[in-house]
């Protein structure tokens, strides 16, 4: 199950966090997402060292936690998704078509011309869009 | 790491026990020690102690080989399946340090050889032997001691002994320590035959155990697991890794189907021995890994074991148990991992081969694993504390009561029970247990062990830069110390992570530290910190409305949730405490603070500080430019972010001008009696009907303020006054330069600006210039034309007060070169060559008709140099006027800009009145006057033949030569090229030195100097003045020395000195020429007449010259003559050629042209054409003789 998602700016501010769990635990989350970064950071600038192609956006397993798994997508504008997942057995392709279906709703949400580059990601229809995602995560 | 028995954390040696001879055993023993792999000795003096090392042995082999391993250890205990163990503690100890692979016994050589008594006490000690060792496998040598390498053997006893020892031949050896190099060859024999039985010893005895796992001799999987982890040792005793690594492998992989199946022992108890013992061989399996460099196999093995464990927790009552269980296995890996990854360096191989387990970056750094140690340490002392809360049993336990101590199988407990003289241990129930581990459990203090782990996890991500994982681990270790009440230290890591969130804007993580801070500052009893930290919460943008989960709940920190509802009850509350009624102070207690009556607070806000979203101060002056003594408005916009509205009693705008400062106080306000110290009495009060800051909303205020004094007037703060003792200051900021606030930025918000008028938004600035008060005092350059180079420029300056009396005037002047180069400008350094500066200043004079010396010398400044003057103005009242005049003098035809600006005091008696400037500026062009130019004219009608025309030297091309001797002309012109008239006084031509006056005679031609050649020159016009040149010295230089020119303006007074310029004549280059040839021919010719036409070749040389002629027809004459030949001229004679003709046209004619050639010098020359033509008249003219002379 999907615990929380996250659009992370450039600055590594945040632009959308949101947990979908019913115990109070969005603190933890939080610090989760945050720690994730330098994850990313650390796979951005040591690409070699971690194998993984900058190719790609999907940074896959950034780290496991006690009781959560992280996972991470960088786009083209440096914007970091992240998602939290409480799933011990977690297919990659099920975390890419996520990020995918992610990604386009991000797409969208920053191109209502209302929205403010850079700033917090604040469209209901956005947070409508990630919750219908993040429900039908793994269903296929 | 360390709570484990050294023998489980280093790789097992073999062990080797040595009998006899024990003087031998130091060096043996060294030897053994220095091997690789290594060998450890017992040593025994004599072959009696043999009992002593195997009777311990035996004792134990007894007890264990009387029972099944499983069955029986206990004989009081009636359930056999209760009793026994996987493991014991003590045998891996044992087989270390107890049971040798080898004994050797050593045998003095005249033991064996020698007397037959001795013999047969060698035979019957050695069959003591053989016996007591047989039952063990254990390896025998045989070490006969030579005292001398001659001594002789007898080989019947050798066999003999062999025979006895039943050994091989190489494994009796002979040591000899007499000769050193004979002890070496016997030490390493010795060591070899050792290493090798060593390895045969461990090699069978892990073959029998293996045998027995393969056969499966038992179902058990308790006795599987211990024989695999047999084998596993004795692979390692031979070093054998991979085989250890499988063998630890099948015996944790054996133990984990035990969960669940196992019934020996009550459930707690079995599950911590399973865990005990999965613990141990992950730890061996981990080391195994870890020391062979496989770091990936390693991570996915801790991986693998923290899954198949994580789940089984056991009791949940008692979970507490696996938490500190799971805790020390990260704890342990993490600390295996520090020290291999010690040795290996780089992680650089560690690509992500494994396709099916994709591990992370992190899971290969230490911190990670500390980390989650201290983590489940944490969650094992919230689970203890939970079940020390919740049962009143747990509570009372404590541990003298009970004498529970670790039995002999590793992983269970019994009790000791003293059964008069002898103690017995008895297993214990699950309950007794429990109470024993609790007891246990309430001694340590698990916050250290969290804060010691969390800190190195902290380091090492700060090394590792993961600033992120690091500011959560100062988080955690702040959560530690401030649950431990420490405030000092947690305020220091709490605000390492604050700063980092406070970065990046994260504002719930910031949100939940700031509510720590503000605790802990609370508990130091710090009310500025609180008072700060409570504030920044407060203007934190949190938007969330939903006041999710009660306060009490245990994820948030004591700033509760971040919530508008939290911000604004926390407002309230610093409000409340900092803007109380003085008379309200006392009763102030339940704050936790004590505010002194007098202790005003004052919180300063800069541009980098995180409070500056609580009062953001905008100052936009309306003008760049304003001028002194006028009203100029000035815009203060006031934001806040707090989430509810603040009255403010009054503000206070600082300038850096401190009479400028004024105060805007709020009329609905009390006026506090000690307003401030800043501002003046006096100055300027404005008052506001009301003064709230309103969330979000910028507060506008214009006034009209005046400066007096000229130059920049900065706004630089804006204190604002809440209550009798609270006072915010905030750096004044311009609206043009302000910086969005870090953690706003982010939002999605409306955004105002802070002035009405946009473009005071985008551009205005806090800062403005005052003006000088308007000069009214006139400086005028006056301009006469352009200057020119060599004469004394002067322009006069002229100071004019139209208005203002000028005191203490300076006139500064300035030259500035307008093209750039030549031209220095005062503040560089100046060489002090005149050369260098082709315009310099020459002087001033300063308008006292320099009668009046005295005046200029006591006092007034007078400076001048190159480029640079200054001057003093005397004292002017209003309508006077005071004038000097420049003299500039140009030595280069150069523009130049002329810069003159005159500081000055309006008033005499002001001490600090500011100067008044007055600048002006002029281009002058200064140029050359007079061009001149020379030419030189060799003698009519005779032509030098001048070897150096004809073959010029390469150096003097443009040279021209004279002949030697001979009277040549100069023509010296000048020409004026300015736009005005001029007047040449006069013009000679003067030698630069002794040398030129005597090898040149130069003469003024008509007459010397009654005429002194003064001349009027009209702008292009032309003067020319002729010289005759007589050289009288053969040299290829000549220096004719230069033209003295003087002249001056014309139509200025003629007492003006005249200026002199000096022209320098080219040098000529004199040579005597070895032949003349000069024409001789009529003035003129009359039509069909005919004349004599005579060309007369002159040798002046000594040699006899070869002149060869060529002489060719001219269409207007008939010629009678040769025309071409040699001739033969002798030395110092001329010879003429003799020609008549007859002219045929009128007018000007071309004579017939002659060519000479001189053979000895290859020289062609000709003369001139205008020297070769005739004027032929039509008939005689009508004029007489003497003009006709004088034409010639």
Redesign the interface.
Known sequence: MIVCVAVVGHQNNPLYIQSFTDADDALKLHHIVHCSLDVIEERVNNPKKSGTTLNEAFLGLLYPTVYYKVYGYLTNTKVKFILVTTDLDVRDTDVRTFFRKFHAAYVDAVSNPFHVPGKKITSRTFAQTVSNIVGSYGLN | MEEYPEELRTPPVSLVALFGYSELHTSITKHLHSQQPPVNALAFPDLSHISLLLAHDDQINRTSSVRDPLSVSDSSSPIPSRCGGILKRDWLLKHRTKVPAIVAAFFPSHHIFGDPTQWLQVCSDLDNLKSAIRPKNIKLVVIVVQSSPQEEISEDRLVALRKRAELDSKYVLFFNSSIESELTLSLSRIASAFAELALAYYREEGKRIKSRVEKRSSNSLDLNVRYCFKVAVYAEFRRDWGEALKFYEDAYHSLHEMIGTSTRLPAIQRLVEIKTIAEQLHFKISTLLLHGGKFIEAVTWF?QHK?SYEKVVGSTEFIFLHWEWMSRQFLVFAELLETSSATVQS??S???GTAEI?L????FYPA?YYQ?AA??LKDKKSALELLLSMSETAREIDSSSESITPSVYIGQFAQLLEKGEAFTLHSITDEEYTRYTISEAKRFQDSFEIIAWLKRSYES?TN??????A??CA?EVAREYYGLADPNNAKLFFDIAANL?RQ??????LW?VLGYLRECSRNLGALKDFVELSLEMVALPVTSHED??NLE?K??GPGGPATILGRESIHREVFTLVCRKAELISSTEESGFKIAHDSPLNLEIDLVSPLRPVLLASVAFHEQMIKPHALCSITLSLLSHLPLPVEIDYLEVQFNQSTCNFVIRNSQRPLWASASNTVQSGSQVENEPSLVLVPNNWLRLTYAIKSEQSGKLECLSVLAKFGPLFTICSRAESPAAMEDLPVW????RVESLSTKDPVLAVFGQKATQVEEPEPQVDVSLGTSGPALVGENFTMPVTVTSKGHAVYSGELKINLVDVGGGGLFSPREAEPFSLESHHVEICGIDDGAEGTDESESETGNIKKIQQSFGLVSVPDLKEGESWSCKLEIKWHRPKPVMLFVSLGYLPHCSEANAQKVHIHKSLQIEGKMPLLVSNRFMLPYRRDHLLLNRIKPAPDSEDMSSLPLNEKSLLVVSAKNCTEIALKLVSMCVEFDDEQGEASCLIQQVGGCGDTPGSANLAPGEEFKKVFTVIPTMKTPKLGLGSVHLKWRRQGGNTTEACVSTKHKLPEVNVEASPLVMSLNCPPYAILGEPFTYAVNICNQTQLLQEAKFALADAQSFVLSGSHSNTVSVLPKSEHVLSYKLVPLTCGQQQLPKITLTSVRYSAEFQPSVVASSVFVFPSAPQADKANCATKQ
């Not at chain 2, 992370?360 to 899971?363: A, Q």
């Not at chain 2, 990046?504 to 993580?509: Q, R």
């Not at chain 2, 930025?745 to 999605?748: G, I, L, Q, S």
């Open positions: 991986r899954a992680f650089s560690l690509n992500q994709s992370t970056e992190f899971e990670y989650l983590h489940y991500f590792l830069k993961a600033q992120r994982m500011a959560l988080f969130y990046e804007g994260w504002v719930t993580l939940e999710s989960g709940n994820s948030y930025k982010h939002e999605n």
